[in-house]
């Protein structure tokens, strides 16, 4: 462990606590003395808050009045690397320090003593008489075999009240016994043997071996098509990490994926690492934060967030589908995890590897301008090859009204179905339709706190609000005209295009997958497992599905409407399109038997269309670098959302004029401010926004700038500013 700084008792110190305060505040040293570092609970006015030894303090407050520090946590200090890593990330994010140490202090109970605590395991006994509720807490228990948990944990994962499993402990059908809170966990093993790797691959792991064993930072895009084996290879650099004896992060975009991930895994080091991710229990995720502090977890597999673990000795952080738009975070904390990881890694002398079959365009770039590596894996594994791609013209098929599979699409799927294979069609639209509108007065429905139109969910029998999730029956009279039983839904959602399967082809077992169908993640997990093992002839699928599930019996991708990206004012739209396309397609003929993918598009002569079916995607980066080149900008030029809100309009109107007028800040940097306009969602969940956005060149200083720009304002009670660095979302 490093060598830090030491305050003796009675030293002042300054101390970063996790309450929104703009300073950092003295206090005394405990008896004992503390570490610089230290996670330190002090009292702040009637009560105690959790903090940071942050450095000696600045003395300019009366020594008389100083209060000791309570009491020092039983966990590791925070190491200088993470302190500065949280003062970079505040500084370029422009979020408050306080914000940031919430972030990486976000595990439950952490100023709890480490103590035993009451857990229950299953006796082998049943109780006398069987319920649902009882059923259910028992296979919860069985399903985690030999975890145990609370109470409260373990009527929360059977979706039981604690009562419940009260009754089961009186039944002698579940044992209270002591347990350790928090857990090591077990040891992965480097050296057992993994998959052969092809030459292709085996070169591309030692290049990844050799930075890791470098010990010094870098940065690489491990470039593959999908089944190329990214995973493969970049499971050999965590290897290689854990020999060195340090400790490895893999980042990945959904939950839902996990399941798969952690088996293998698990196949290739013996055991089960860390996971962090908001599915994961209270329990879990304490143990996961202590065990990652105390160097007793080798290997962790997380969410964005799991970037902010006090890791003692980060070696590695892999990126899985670094072009994914989930590692933007665009609420409260706005930052890139992708981008932070870079930024992590510099701070700890770590490797990063950026993995994806289709880069985001800033990754490209930084790999052209060569500050970052690139590796490419160029075939597929095995026999599987990339599907054919077509176009289907849907100006030249005829559909009868309110139908969105063309006879071209319907025939290639009837052809699947009669060899035994599966047809995936791609609809990036939850609900049965996007749209209910008035076939009187051409009005529809919008959601009353946000100025968003509802979305009609036939399965829940309402419509929903997709921004606030607010539902209201579909109406039986339009809200605007009055006039009864004109309400109708148009266009398709991922339900209704369900509907139109189920009656073209009565026979065939169809799997819908959309993210609000299921009750919850494992639910959704297991869908996919008995998908991928044939217990389907048709999958219907939202944006879930293009990411990394493997269906072996998969051989025909059809996408409904390929020009839906293409809509929009997004900068990304094309390449968004670009990537998801051919995510959608790299689902189809994984295993011994080839895919094919057909795009249903009304402008098949569209270069981003015709850039997805040609396959060159060096050409394809190249003229979309070009012309964001040509419009300053990213990643060749630099942009800040702000969003301001609250609950009426012409105040927040009102502080969008004034900072627009008071611009001279960013002026001295060269940069423009656009706004403020209303915000493309004016208005979610009663509050109306209103955003300006700042363009600057690549290169200035623009976080300074604002800061001196917004710095200044004095928000009134009810108005909030936020500020969002290269964003993503122009919601
Ligand atoms: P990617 O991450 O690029 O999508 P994966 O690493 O998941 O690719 O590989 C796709 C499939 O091929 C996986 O089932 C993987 O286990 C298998 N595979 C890849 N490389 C090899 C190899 N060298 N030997 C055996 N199986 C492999
Ligand atoms: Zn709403």
Same mark, same amino acid.
């Given at each position: 462990m490093q060598e830090q700084a030491f305050f003796h008792q009675g030293d002042r110190v300054g101390v970063l606590t996790t309450q929104p305060l703009d300073r950092v505040l003295d206090y005394r040293a405990p008896e004992g003395g503390c570490h610089l570092g230290a996670y330190v609970e002090v009292p702040l006015g009637p009560r105690r808050v959790l903090g940071v030894i942050w450095g000696p303090g600045a003395g300019d407050f009366d020594s008389a009045k100083l209060r000791p520090v309570n009491r020092v946590l039983d966990v590791a200090p925070m190491r200088d690397e993470m302190r500065q890593f949280l003062a970079k990330s505040a500084d370029y994010t422009l979020t408050p320090l306080p914000a940031m140490l919430r972030l990486a202090t976000r595990a439950p109970g952490l100023s709890d003593p480490v103590s035993m605590r009451k857990v229950l395991r299953p006796t082998g006994q049943m109780p006398d008489r069987m319920t649902d509720a009882r059923e259910r807490v028992l296979s919860a228990v069985a399903e985690y075999g030999g975890l145990a948990f609370t109470a409260k944990e373990l009527a929360d994962l059977a979706g039981v009240t604690t009562s419940v499993v009260k009754g089961l402990v009186k039944q002698g059908a579940l044992r209270e016994e002591d347990a350790p809170r928090d857990l090591p966990y077990p040891r992965l093993d480097?050296?057992?043997?993994?998959?052969?790797?092809?030459?292709?691959?085996?070169?591309?792991?030692?290049?990844?071996?050799?930075?890791?064993?470098?010990?010094?930072?870098?940065?690489?895009?491990?470039?593959?098509?999908?089944?190329?084996?990214?995973?493969?290879?970049?499971?050999?650099?965590?290897?290689?990490?854990?020999?060195?004896?340090?400790?490895?992060?893999?980042?990945?975009?959904?939950?839902?994926?996990?399941?798969?991930?952690?088996?293998?895994?698990?196949?290739?080091?013996?055991?089960?690492?860390?996971?962090? +991710?908001?599915?994961?229990?209270?329990?879990?995720?304490?143990?996961?934060?202590?065990?990652?502090?105390?160097?007793?977890?080798?290997?962790?597999?997380?969410?964005?967030?799991?970037?902010?673990?006090?890791?003692?000795?980060?070696?590695?952080?892999?990126?899985?589908?670094? +072009?994914?738009?989930?590692?933007?975070?665009?609420?409260?904390?706005?930052?890139?995890?992708?981008?932070?990881?870079?930024?992590?890694?510099?701070?700890?002398?770590?490797?990063?590897?950026?993995?994806?079959?289709?880069?985001?365009?800033?990754?490209?770039?930084?790999?052209?301008?060569?500050?970052?590596?690139?590796?490419?894996?160029?075939?597929?594994?095995?026999?599987?090859?990339?599907?054919?791609?077509?176009?289907?013209?849907?100006?030249?098929?005829?559909?009868?009204?309110?139908?969105?599979?063309?006879?071209?699409?319907?025939?290639?799927?009837?052809?699947?179905?009669?060899?035994?294979?599966?047809?995936?069609?791609?609809?990036?639209?939850?609900?049965?339709?996007?749209?209910?509108?008035?076939?009187?007065?051409?009005?529809?429905?919008?959601?009353? +706190?946000?100025n968003s139109r509802m979305v009609e969910h036939r399965f829940m029998k309402r419509l929903m609000c997709h921004q606030c999730g607010e539902t209201k029956p579909v109406p039986d009279a339009c809200p605007t005209c009055q006039v009864e039983g004109k309400m109708a839904p148009v266009g398709p959602g991922i339900e209704r295009l369900g509907e139109e399967t189920a009656a073209l082809f009565p026979e065939a077992r169809i799997a819908v997958l959309s993210s609000d169908l299921f009750a919850s993640a494992r639910a959704l997990k297991q869908r996919i497992e008995e998908i991928a093992a044939g217990e389907a002839d048709i999958i219907l699928g939202t944006q879930l599905v293009a990411k990394g599930h493997n269906f072996p019996l998969l051989t025909l991708v059809g996408v409904i409407d390929a020009d839906l990206g293409l809509q929009g004012s997004d900068l990304r739209a094309a390449e968004r399109t670009f990537q998801l396309m051919r995510q959608v397609a790299g689902r189809a003929g994984r295993a011994d038997r080839p895919g094919e993918a057909l795009m249903q598009t009304f402008q098949p002569e569209h270069p981003v269309i015709r850039a997805i079916l040609s396959g060159d995607e060096e050409a394809f980066w190249k003229a979309e670098a070009a012309e964001r080149h040509a419009a300053g900008v990213p990643p060749y030029g630099r942009m800040a959302g702000i969003i301001l809100s609250g609950p009426d309009l012409p105040a927040v109107m009102d502080l969008g004029l004034t900072l627009a007028r008071n611009d001279m800040p960013l002026r001295q940097i060269g940069a423009q401010v656009f706004g403020p306009a209303p915000a493309p969602i004016a208005r979610i969940r009663g509050r109306h926004r209103v955003r300006l956005l700042v363009k600057a060149d690549k290169g200035t200083p623009l976080q300074d700038a604002i800061a001196r720009w917004i710095g200044p304002i004095r928000l009134k009670a009810d108005l909030r500013l936020s500020v969002d660095i290269d964003p993503q979302n122009f919601f």
């Open positions: 480097p050296d057992l043997p993994g998959k052969t790797l092809t030459d292709d691959q085996a070169a591309a792991a030692a290049t990844l071996g050799e930075g890791v064993a470098s010990g010094r930072y870098g940065t690489t895009l491990l470039k593959g098509v999908t089944g190329s084996g990214k995973t493969e290879v970049y499971l050999e650099a965590v290897a290689a990490t854990l020999r060195a004896g340090r400790q490895a992060l893999v980042l990945l975009p959904e939950i839902a994926l996990t399941a798969e991930f952690l088996k293998r895994v698990e196949q290739r080091f013996g055991a089960t690492p860390a996971e962090w +991710h908001s599915g994961a229990t209270m329990t879990e995720r304490r143990r996961v934060w202590r065990m990652v502090g105390q160097g007793k977890a080798q290997l962790v597999i997380g969410a964005r967030s799991a970037l902010f673990l006090p890791y003692q000795n980060l070696g590695l952080i892999i990126v899985d589908e670094e +072009h994914d738009t989930s590692y933007k975070q665009d609420e409260g904390v706005c930052y890139n995890a992708r981008d932070m990881a870079v930024l992590r890694a510099a701070m700890c002398s770590a490797q990063v590897v950026l993995a994806s079959a289709t880069p985001s365009l800033e990754t490209w770039a930084n790999a052209e301008a060569g500050k970052y590596s690139r590796l490419d894996l160029t075939s597929r594994f095995g026999a599987s090859v990339l599907p054919e791609m077509r176009a289907i013209d849907m100006r030249a098929e005829k559909l009868p009204a309110s139908t969105w599979i063309s006879p071209t699409l319907k025939q290639a799927m009837t052809a699947r179905m009669e060899r035994g294979e599966q047809s995936l069609l791609f609809l990036n639209r939850r609900g049965f339709a996007p749209v209910t509108i008035c076939r009187a007065c051409g009005g529809h429905v919008t959601c009353d +706190h946000c």
